[in-house]
C-alpha cells in the first residue's frame, strides 16, 4: 500500500509543472487525486494517463472554486499550487499586473482555503500551500511575485494558528521551493530581453548550482500530505538547494 492510501487529493495548477509532478506522485503512492486547473485540454489528458478525475478551475473566481469544489465528496488534501509569476521591478510591473498576481498567487490560495474546509473539518486533513523562496527573500525584479508568495506565507501560518486553536485537526503549512525547471520558468524567461543571461541567475542563487526538478518538490508534498507529518503544522518546507541560507 501507498502511505496515500484512502485519502483524496485536490490539486490546483495540476494539469502541468509542479502541480503534475504532485499529481503523479499522489497517484503513485495509492491518493485518489482531483486535478483542478483552468486549462482542460491538458488537465484532462493527465487525468486520463493517471487514472485520476479532471475539474474545471479558475481560481481568481469564488463561483468556480464553488462548483469545483462541490464535484467533491470528501477532501483529506489540498494543494494550493497554482500560481503565475510577474517579472519585474517597482518601476517596470503595472498596477494591472500586479493585481493580476495577487488575484491567482494571493486570492486564489484564500479562496481555495476557505472553499476546501467544509469537506475537510468533519475529519481533519492538510493543507498545503505553495509559497517559494520569493516568498522569504527579495529579489530587485519580482516585486510582485515577492509580495504575493510573502503574502502565501503568513496567511499559511494564520491558518495554521486557526485551525489548531478550533481543534479542526487540520494542518496547513508552505512549501518554498527555489528555481524549479518548469514551464513557468520558461514563461518567465519569455519575458525577458536576456533569457540565458536570466537563466544563469537562477542557477547562481542555488549554492548547489543547479535547478530544482518537479519531482524533488513533489516528495515533500508527498510527505505534508501523509500522516508521518501529523506533527508539522505553520512551517516552511525550504526546498531550494541552499539558496535561503
Not at 516585486?143 to 503574502?151: D, H, I, M, W
Not at 533569457?195 to 547562481?204: G, K
Not at 516528495?219 to 541552499?242: K, P
Request: proline content about 3%; hydrophobic content about 45%.
Amino acid at each position: 500500500m501507498g502511505i496515500l492510501e484512502g485519502k483524496t487529493a485536490f490539486v490546483t495548477g495540476g494539469a502541468s509543472g509542479l502541480g503534475e509532478a504532485i499529481a503523479r506522485a499522489y497517484v503513485a503512492e495509492g491518493a485518489a487525486v482531483i486535478i483542478a486547473d483552468i486549462d482542460a485540454t491538458s488537465g484532462k489528458a493527465l487525468a486520463e494517463e493517471l487514472g485520476a478525475r479532471f475539474v474545471a478551475l479558475d481560481v481568481t473566481q469564488e463561483a468556480s472554486w464553488a462548483s469545483a469544489i462541490a464535484a467533491c465528496n470528501r477532501i483529506d488534501v489540498l494543494v494550493n499550487n497554482a500560481g503565475i509569476t510577474t517579472l519585474g521591478s517597482i518601476e517596470e510591473v503595472t498596477l494591472d499586473q500586479f493585481r493580476h498576481e495577487l488575484d491567482i498567487d494571493v486570492l486564489g490560495v484564500f479562496m481555495g482555503i476557505q472553499a476546501a474546509l467544509p469537506k475537510m473539518k468533519p475529519h481533519g486533513g492538510s493543507i498545503i500551500n505553495m509559497s517559494s523562496l520569493s516568498g522569504v527573500k527579495a529579489s530587485s525584479n519580482l516585486v510582485a511575485y515577492n509580495a504575493a508568495k510573502a503574502a502565501v506565507t503568513l496567511m499559511t501560518k494564520s491558518c495554521a494558528l486557526h485551525f489548531a486553536e478550533k481543534g479542526y485537526n487540520i494542518r496547513c503549512n508552505s512549501i518554498h521551493p527555489g528555481a524549479i525547471h518548469t514551464p513557468i520558468i520558461d514563461k518567465v524567461l519569455a519575458q525577458s530581453d536576456t533569457p540565458d543571461a536570466l537563466y544563469q541567475s537562477f542557477v547562481d542563487v542555488h549554492p548547489v548550482k543547479r535547478l530544482g526538478r518537479p519531482e524533488e518538490i513533489a516528495a515533500i508534498a508527498v510527505y505534508l500530505a501523509s500522516d508521518a507529518s501529523a506533527f508539522a503544522t505553520g512551517a516552511e518546507f525550504r526546498i531550494d538547494g541552499g539558496a535561503s541560507i
